[in-house]
């Protein structure tokens, strides 16, 4: 079956724009989570969902970043007033939701802020 | 989060058993090692976990220490599709993961 998207690819900005990257999962799959990988480093951990509720956001790191899975299908992670610092690959994974479940990647959005 | 360390690099030839280490001194007793790899652009990949037993699947075994605070990850006979970056990561399951820097493993011709 068809495993975790992510639109688009490749989005370039100018500092100070609105984005939007978009992630759809693994067809019920009910946990989401969001990753950041900057240049030379491993994922990092920006938030996952549970369902259409964020079971954990600690890893936003400031309130420009936010995200929504109204459906508990469909996820948008939102970036307002871009800076040149959140320039990296954002990640999207699905999982089942059961405990010992793998999580499944997408392919990531690499993300320029110019 | 339990901390992990991996050697940063390692090469293996091509048809070898490539075995990578990776220490977990600080794992909770419920928690369980992941390992996953991430190929040049492309996103993480599920290889195998395990909690305290040897597991062993189509892709790798994984052999983790009696006191826990350790493990290898097996791939039998190496290919060049596999070279990429290799990380162990402790957890519970149905939780974030923690990715620290990884093993990049290169496979030799």
């Known amino acids: 079956g068809a495993g975790v998207s992510q639109t688009p690819s490749n989005k370039v900005t100018e500092k100070g724009k609105y984005v939007e990257l978009r992630c759809d999962p693994i067809s019920g799959h009910t946990a989401l989570y969001w990753y950041r990988q900057s240049l030379g480093q491993g994922p990092e951990f920006l938030i996952y969902?549970?369902?259409?509720?964020?079971?954990?956001d600690s890893g936003l790191p400031n309130d420009r970043f936010f995200a929504v899975r109204p459906e508990g299908s469909v996820s948008t992670l939102k970036i307002q007033r871009t800076e040149r610092g959140d320039s990296a690959v954002y990640l999207c994974a699905s999982s089942s939701g059961v405990v010992q479940d793998t999580q499944y990647f997408g392919p990531g959005t690499r993300l320029t802020v110019l | 989060d339990a901390k992990t360390t991996q050697p940063p690099s390692m090469d293996c030839a091509e048809g070898r058993a490539a075995n990578l280490p990776c220490n977990h001194s600080?794992?909770?007793?419920?928690?369980?090692v992941y390992w996953y790899r991430q190929i040049h652009s492309q996103g993480p990949q599920y290889i195998i976990h395990g909690l305290k037993n040897n597991e062993t699947n189509e892709m790798a075994s994984l052999i983790i220490t009696e006191d826990r605070k350790s493990s290898t990850l097996i791939l039998p006979h190496a290919t060049l599709r596999d070279t990429a970056v290799y990380y162990c990561?402790?957890?519970?399951?149905?939780?974030?993961?923690?990715f620290g820097t990884g093993t990049r493993l290169t496979i030799i011709p």
């Open positions: 600080t794992i909770s007793g419920n928690e369980y």
């Open positions: 990561i402790p957890s519970f399951g149905n939780e974030k993961l923690t």
């Open positions: 969902f549970q369902g259409t509720g964020a079971a954990d």
